[in-house]
């Protein structure tokens, strides 16, 4: 049987004629998530928590949004800042030149973390978007003697 050209019982037969499919279709077993990855980074890249709003992670977008109110309000108060430094110090003073230097050190520190907020933002969405149906079957409780136990449920479905 081994040596001869018969087919098992488990094996599919590859059609012979060209233009059929060689597979077998499958159903999906996955929920498709309501926007793919790629389009949830872009989106939360463009305006942090947008992508995150889309997958229904209302908190998690709620805090990027958040977090880009301060940091945008910082830069904008810290550049006018800058302004009225420049036209209240002396050139000549060096105490005048280091707040100057320092308060735009201030300024890229703020844009730095904006910038970020906008790459952790699309990060995040993007993996979001590929666990979209990751079991959400995770329990923190207390133990009986006091400790802390955590408890991760994942299902296994059935063979048929």
Do not use: C
Not at 53 to 65: E, I, K, S, Y
């Amino acid at each position: 049987m081994a040596l001869g050209p018969g087919l098992v019982s488990a094996q599919i037969p590859i059609p012979q004629r060209t233009g059929e499919q060689d597979t077998v279709q499958v159903d999906p077993f996955r929920e498709a998530p309501p926007v793919s990855p790629m389009g949830a980074l872009w989106r939360s890249m463009l305006v942090p928590g947008w992508g995150q709003a889309r997958l229904n992670r209302r908190v998690t977008g709620a805090f990027f949004v958040v977090w880009e109110g301060v940091t945008l309000t910082m830069t904008i108060k810290s550049i006018h800042q800058l302004d009225y430094l420049q036209t209240v110090e002396s050139e000549d003073d060096i105490e005048s030149q280091d707040r100057v230097r320092s308060k735009r050190n201030e300024i890229q520190d703020w844009a730095v973390l904006l910038a970020f907020n906008h790459l952790l933002a699309g990060v995040e969405a993007f993996v979001s978007a590929q666990l979209w149906d990751f079991p959400e079957e995770l329990a923190v409780r207390v133990l009986p003697r006091g400790g802390v136990g955590l408890r991760v449920g994942l299902p296994i479905p059935a063979i048929r």
